[in-house]
């Protein structure tokens, strides 16, 4: 399979999964520079751009939002949205020489918001992001906000606690236990993909999977 990063903290179950899957797993270590809450998620160190993973510096790590969301952009397909005035230079610039389309929103966690599920099609419960992209053609699943574990918070984000990793969308826990699990699991399969979930835990934002 191929490299895939993920918070320590994720469910042991979705790591030994993803292993056994024949992936080279890297978990993500805290780091206290990215917050006390979000210092092990993988969307604000590491992103992929056109199949080539960019890796944020240690310059670019901060404990405080936005600051700390530098790297926490969307990327799939042609198709590049975050909040661009808190995007690393760096990362906006090779965006731009890829020939991105650079798409801005208001949310800054644009990753940990949006499951991107192929090149063309997303799920978010942010309506910004969904907007945005319906206005740009991307086929879009708006979920019901909330149901998602995010642990000093009041709950976390969907696209943090899944990743497409080859051909499955991986979730952090049940997707059975979202209220929209059967919209979303269609509009998964509808694409060709395959679901992967863990009964008995509840989804839980680790900062997106990474491969």
Same mark, same amino acid.
């Given at each position: 399979m191929g490299d895939v990063y993920i918070s320590e903290r994720a469910y042991p179950e979705v790591i030994g999964y993803l292993e056994r899957a024949?992936?080279? &797993?890297? /978990?993500?270590?805290f780091h206290e520079r990215l917050g006390v809450y979000t210092g092990d998620h993988a969307d604000l160190r590491v992103i %992929?751009?056109?199949?080539?993973?960019?890796? !944020?510096?240690i310059a670019d790590y901060a404990p405080d939002y936005p600051e700390n969301a530098a790297f926490c952009a969307l990327a799939f397909g042609n198709y590049f949205v975050h909040r661009l005035d808190i995007t690393a230079p760096a990362l906006l610039n $090779? !965006? =731009?020489? @890829?020939g991105l389309e650079l798409i801005d929103v208001r949310q800054g966690? /644009?990753?940990?918001s949006a499951?991107? &599920?192929?090149?063309?099609?997303v799920i978010t419960a942010d309506a910004g992001? !969904?907007?945005a992209?319906? $206005? %740009?053609? =991307? $086929? &879009? @699943?708006e979920i019901a906000p909330g149901h998602v574990l995010l642990p000093g918070y009041a709950e976390g984000f969907f696209g943090g606690c899944a990743g497409r990793v080859g051909d499955t969308i991986v979730f952090n826990g049940d997707l059975g236990a979202h209220p929209d699990c059967g919209r979303i699991e269609s509009f998964i399969r509808e694409r060709g993909i395959g679901v992967k979930s863990f009964p008995g835990q509840p989804l839980r934002d680790i900062g997106s999977i990474i491969s």
């Open positions: 024949g992936n080279s &797993v890297h /978990t993500v270590p %992929r751009l056109k199949n080539k993973l960019f890796y !944020a510096s $090779e !965006a =731009a020489r @890829l966690y /644009t990753r940990c499951l991107p &599920v192929n090149d063309n099609s992001i !969904a907007r992209l319906r $206005e %740009r053609g =991307a $086929e &879009v @699943l």
